[in-house]
């Protein structure tokens, strides 16, 4: 038996916010067009390497050693490529969806393993504090997603069981993860085409953000 979750978390990166001015930065700083998703991916694999490994590693560290692997950027200018993350503003698409859960009464909260700050600045910048309950990070716990310690840690923090708090985001690993964890996942495309055919299908998946938020709030 199925039912309407009592809290709903959002991924920040891609999924709720837009990276472009971080590739805006990249290009600015004499990198090739193109070269983000490939940062990030390497961003997201040092990270979650070093969890499996028992190694306690920040977004923004994990960030600027993937730009130290991949580019001849210097230390100095790879901090100002970080920077850009404190830039970043919510999809057009992020607003109605985010305010569709208020209005239905479902609490509203983002779930990260970036840097504290990044999506409260992103959130203001797109006006919709508001309409988020709060917002975490799982750097407070030290352990990337997508391990299960995040998403259980996550679900306590708002207090519910992870069975009662669903996990909204554009990355099919992210989803897998609270599945595992017990939560309810929900994909949908941006950066990724077709949800991950090596991985078990997840509770939802839609063809965009707010048939994302309308499955859920059916269930």
């Given at each position: 038996m199925t039912s309407r979750p009592d809290v709903v978390a959002f991924d920040v990166n891609e999924t709720l916010l837009d990276l472009a001015p971080v590739a805006a930065a990249l290009v600015e700083h004499g990198q090739p067009e193109g070269l983000l998703p490939t940062v990030f991916a390497r961003t997201l694999h040092?990270?979650?390497?070093?969890?499996?490994?028992?190694?306690?590693?920040?977004?923004?560290?994990?960030?600027?050693?993937?730009?130290?692997?991949?580019?001849?950027?210097?230390e100095r200018d790879?901090?100002?490529?970080?920077?850009?993350?404190?830039?970043?503003?919510?999809?057009?698409?992020?607003?109605?969806a985010l305010r569709r859960l208020a209005e239905a009464g479902v609490r509203v909260v983002t779930l990260s393993h970036g840097s504290p700050g990044v999506a409260e600045a992103g959130l203001e910048r797109g006006g919709?504090?508001?309409?988020?309950?709060?917002?975490?990070?799982?750097?407070t716990v030290q352990a990337w997603k997508p391990?299960?310690?995040?998403?259980?840690?996550?679900?306590?923090?708002?207090?519910?069981?992870?069975?009662?708090?669903?996990?909204?985001?554009?990355h099919a690993w992210d989803v897998h993860g609270a599945e595992r964890a017990g939560l309810t996942g929900a994909w949908f495309p941006r950066a990724e085409r077709v949800w991950a055919p090596a991985l078990p299908a997840p509770s939802v998946v839609a063809a965009d953000l707010a048939g994302a938020v309308?499955?859920?709030?059916?269930r």
């Open positions: 040092t990270g979650t390497a070093a969890t499996v490994a028992g190694l306690r590693v920040p977004f923004r560290a994990a960030f600027e050693s993937a730009l130290a692997q991949l580019t001849d950027l210097s790879r901090g100002r490529v970080a920077d850009s993350f404190l830039e970043l503003s919510p999809h057009p698409d992020v607003e109605p919709i504090t508001p309409l988020v309950e709060r917002t975490l990070t799982s750097e391990s299960r310690e995040a998403y259980v840690w996550a679900a306590g923090v708002c207090g519910v069981a992870p069975a009662r708090m669903a996990l909204v985001a554009a309308d499955a859920l709030l059916a």
